[in-house]
């Protein structure tokens, strides 16, 4: 079974430039993660996707980031203007939505998108 | 203070050696504790899930202590493959979000 993945592994933009990323999850997880690992910082919650729709979208770190997840199945994660501070890894992860379990769901990780601000 | 804190190591341990190191977490209403593993430049990879009887996975145990809000993992006969960096993991009642640590730096050495 075809893990996670991400596209691109790596982008080196200029500040004010934008760049999307996308995450394809593991066919048949309802469940969508994007997350962040900045320089020296540990790995951090931007958003949840339930299908096509936003779950938590709490991590956002301010409105230069727009998440999509059209159709519920692959999702983009847009910045638009780039700023340096957005440097980091951009993982994504996904999960399956198992009736009667609660919010206990184990995720599974993409190998992330290393993006450079310049 | 932050949600969940590990020690960042190194833990150097000569291989065959057993290693052992914590973590703890600041939200009592956590529910579902993991620790995961990462490769340098790689993605966090699930080692195991960590319940409140313990678990163990061959040569990994994990404990969870409820009341004092730590977890632990212990690794038996180091390999030189577990070098890793192991994030310590929590996730809250409401909601799917995980809650990293930094995360331990491990080095196994001959």
């Known amino acids: 079974e075809a893990g996670v993945t991400q596209f691109p592994s790596h982008s080196v933009i200029e500040k004010g430039q934008t760049v999307t990323l996308r995450c394809d999850p593991i066919?048949?997880?309802?469940?969508l993660y994007w997350y962040r690992r900045v320089m020296g910082k540990e790995i951090k919650f931007l958003l949840h996707?339930?299908?096509?729709?936003?779950?938590?979208e709490s991590g956002m770190p301010n409105n230069r980031f727009l998440a999509e997840r059209t159709g519920g199945t692959y999702s983009t994660l847009k910045v638009q203007p780039a700023e340096l501070e957005d440097s980091g890894v951009y993982f994504c992860?996904?999960?399956?939505?198992?009736?009667?379990?609660?919010?206990?769901?184990?995720?599974?990780f993409g190998p992330g998108t290393r993006l450079t601000v310049t | 203070r932050k949600e969940v804190e590990q020690d960042p190591g190194p833990f150097n341990v000569p291989e065959g050696a057993t290693v052992a190191f914590n973590c703890t977490y600041s939200n009592s209403a956590s529910q579902s504790f993991f620790w995961y593993r990462q490769d340098c430049r790689k993605e966090p990879k699930l080692l195991m899930s960590?319940?409140?009887s313990g678990n163990e996975d061959g040569r990994f145990t994990a404990q969870l202590n409820r009341a004092s809000q730590y977890i632990s993992l212990l690794i038996r006969d180091s390999k030189l493959s577990d070098s890793a960096t192991y994030l310590c993991?929590?996730?809250?009642?409401?909601?799917?979000?995980?809650?990293f640590g930094g995360g331990t730096r491990v080095l196994v050495k001959p």
């Open positions: 992860a996904s999960s399956q939505f198992i009736s009667g379990q609660g919010a206990v769901h184990e995720q599974y």
């Open positions: 066919s048949g997880h309802d469940n």
């Open positions: 993991v929590v996730n809250k009642a409401a909601g799917n979000k995980l809650t």
């Open positions: 960590v319940y409140s």
């Open positions: 996707f339930v299908k096509e729709s936003k779950q938590d």
